[in-house]
């Protein structure tokens, strides 16, 4: 059984840092692309920033020169460093594994995040 298990979240003063991690239980990582979804009370689900197999990465512009994603394949994780951290960045974050051919989808059970003073 697949699992992604993110960690890292929390509660955070505006203009402060946390770093996110998501553990998963790929038997293949490295041919997953990954990434962190958030979903704020009353929004929907966005993307925030995602980071291919091949390491090529993509932001929401809103995060765009604040938060950077990275991967470790031989530990099989993926991270997400958050710095100047805005309350509109508060939501639960969701770490997802993504492969192509053939069609697998996974989901991580979310991590809180809070940014207030």
């Known amino acids: 059984q697949v699992q992604l298990v993110e960690s890292g979240g929390g509660l955070v003063q505006p203009g402060g840092s946390l770093r996110l991690s998501c553990a998963a239980s790929l038997t293949i990582f490295r041919v997953y692309a990954m990434a962190w979804y958030r979903q704020a009370p009353g929004k929907q689900r966005e993307l925030v920033a995602s980071i291919s197999s091949g390491s090529s990465t993509n932001y929401a512009d809103s995060v765009k020169g604040r938060f950077t994603i990275s991967r470790d394949n031989a530990k099989k994780m993926v991270f997400l460093q958050m710095n100047s951290l805005k309350p509109e960045d508060t939501a639960v974050y969701y770490c997802?594994?993504?492969?192509?051919?053939?069609?697998?989808?996974?989901w991580g059970q979310g991590t809180q995040v809070t940014v207030s003073s």
């Open positions: 997802n594994a993504v492969l192509e051919v053939p069609r697998y989808d996974y």
